[in-house]
């Protein structure tokens, strides 16, 4: 589905109606808005947030600006890694870099990195390409710790899930995968939970195509 | 992860302050043009006592996505108070029932902004899945994004985005409004 020039002049539109609004002592947090812009809080907590953005101005700006932030540093990330050299285990700034890993046709050959760099703005990174019989997901993030990964299908079942991963790395079960159909996308997201509330990494959701 | 671990370098400090300028620069530019850089500092000066002082990198750095947050939360407060002052109640004025449809419409002006306030009224119409999914693509997400973020299938929010998007301009039309 394509926006197309009258859906865009509604954006605009949308957009000049934050002219001057204020918020609302039962707007949100600002925490909040961030988090489930970027896809963190509960399925029905970001839909409740989502809906108070319809009817507020003020927060649908606050909402646009935190995907604009996060853009912006991901951008930025993006220019810095390029800088060091793809493949490296750099630290994506927002989100931890989740990148779909194709193993090497002989050991004499590096791992090729299918890294997320080239992804645009959204908060899903879409479709990389795997192998079902040979899927390893592979992402990169900050030394000693240890990982949360969910994998779902597009009708959000569990595909997979793993806890306490200490190394970046997850082969999804091939059996797991069997019963899909060819071409099917499957949503991966890692995450480090935190010893407190409101401090944790999450990755962006990226989707993966499955041969 | 604690927060009063974590340090930024100059150069963090510095990526950070750029992002939210140019995205302030997105969000808001007619409204924020004389304020941007203000704001910015404002939000940055928060967390001035997790800058390192001399180069090089922080420790952790913008990789912390919890110091990310803080910035951006702070740029809202700011926002959010700099509003407070110059209160707009949205509420269903006959301002936007008014304007002459046949005209064209600026996005700038204070008709932009009427319409702009009709489509939020207009949403509020809506039955609510056709106005989260709707909600989210004329914020720019795609279909693909607005569906992992409400946990539907892609088909059904590409439905009832295009459900949505139609319920959504026959109520501005019966405003009077065609934007
Ligand atoms: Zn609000």
């Given at each position: 589905?394509?926006?197309?020039?009258?859906?865009?002049?509604?954006?605009?539109?949308?957009?000049?109606?934050?002219?001057?609004?204020?918020?609302?002592?039962?707007?949100?947090?600002?925490?909040?808005?961030?988090?489930?812009?970027?896809?963190?809080?509960?399925?029905?907590?970001?839909?409740?947030?989502?809906?108070?953005?319809?009817?507020?101005?003020a927060c649908a700006r606050d909402w646009r600006l935190a995907v604009a932030v996060a853009g912006e540093l991901r951008r930025a990330s993006r220019r810095r890694w390029l800088r060091r050299g793809l493949g490296v285990a750099a630290t994506v700034l927002v989100a931890i870099g989740l990148s779909s890993?194709?193993?090497?046709?002989?050991?004499?050959?590096?791992?090729?990195?299918?890294?997320?760099?080239?992804?645009?703005?959204?908060?899903?990174?879409?479709?990389?390409?795997?192998?079902?019989?040979?899927?390893?997901?592979?992402?990169?993030?900050?030394?000693?710790?240890?990982y949360d990964l969910i994998v779902l299908d597009s009708d959000l079942r569990l595909v997979a899930s793993a806890r306490?991963?200490?190394?970046?790395?997850?082969?999804?079960?091939?059996?797991?995968?069997?019963?899909?159909?060819?071409?099917?996308?499957?949503?991966?997201?890692?995450?480090?939970?935190?010893?407190?509330?409101?401090r944790r990494l999450a990755s962006q959701t990226f989707t993966i195509r499955i041969d | 992860?604690?927060?009063?671990?974590?340090?930024?370098?100059?150069?963090?400090?510095e990526t950070l302050r750029r992002a939210l300028v140019r995205a302030v620069a997105r969000v808001c530019p007619a409204e924020l043009?004389?304020?941007?850089?203000?704001?910015?500092?404002?939000?940055?000066?928060?967390?001035?006592?997790?800058?390192?002082?001399?180069?090089?990198?922080?420790?952790d750095g913008l990789s912390s996505f919890y110091l990310v947050k803080v910035a951006y939360s702070t740029?809202?407060?700011?926002?959010?108070?700099?509003?407070?002052?110059?209160?707009?109640?949205?509420?269903?004025?006959?301002?936007?029932?008014?304007?002459?449809?046949?005209?064209?419409?600026?996005?700038?002006?204070?008709?932009?902004?009427?319409?702009?306030?009709a489509i939020h009224l207009c949403l509020g119409e809506l039955g609510r899945p056709r106005r989260l999914a709707v909600m989210l693509y004329l914020q720019g997400h795609s279909v693909r994004q607005a569906a992992a973020l409400l946990g539907w299938t892609y088909k059904r929010t590409e439905n009832l985005v295009y459900r949505g998007l139609a319920n959504l301009r026959d109520c501005l039309s019966a405003r009077g409004l065609s934007p």
């Open positions: 589905m394509k926006a197309d020039a009258a859906v865009e002049r509604l954006r605009r539109l949308l957009v000049a109606a934050a002219d001057r609004a204020a918020s609302s002592p039962s707007c949100p947090p600002a925490e909040a808005l961030w988090a489930a812009a970027g896809g963190e809080l509960t399925v029905e907590e970001r839909r409740r947030l989502v809906d108070h953005t319809a009817s507020c101005p890993y194709l193993p090497a046709p002989s050991a004499s050959r590096p791992p090729v990195y299918r890294t997320v760099q080239g992804a645009g703005e959204g908060l899903v990174v879409d479709d990389q390409q795997a192998s079902r019989d040979d899927c390893v997901l592979q992402w990169s993030g900050p030394p000693g710790l240890a306490g991963l200490e190394e970046p790395r997850f082969r999804v079960p091939a059996e797991r995968l069997a019963g899909l159909p060819p071409g099917s996308l499957l949503y991966a997201r890692v995450v480090v939970p935190a010893s407190s509330p409101g | 992860m604690s927060g009063s671990r974590q340090r930024l370098s100059e150069r963090d400090v043009a004389d304020r941007r850089d203000d704001l910015v500092q404002a939000s940055l000066l928060r967390l001035a006592d997790r800058w390192r002082p001399a180069g090089g990198e922080g420790k740029l809202i407060d700011e926002l959010r108070c700099l509003r407070r002052r110059r209160e707009v109640p949205l509420e269903d004025g006959s301002a936007a029932m008014s304007l002459p449809a046949s005209e064209p419409l600026p996005d700038a002006t204070a008709q932009g902004h009427e319409i702009g306030r």
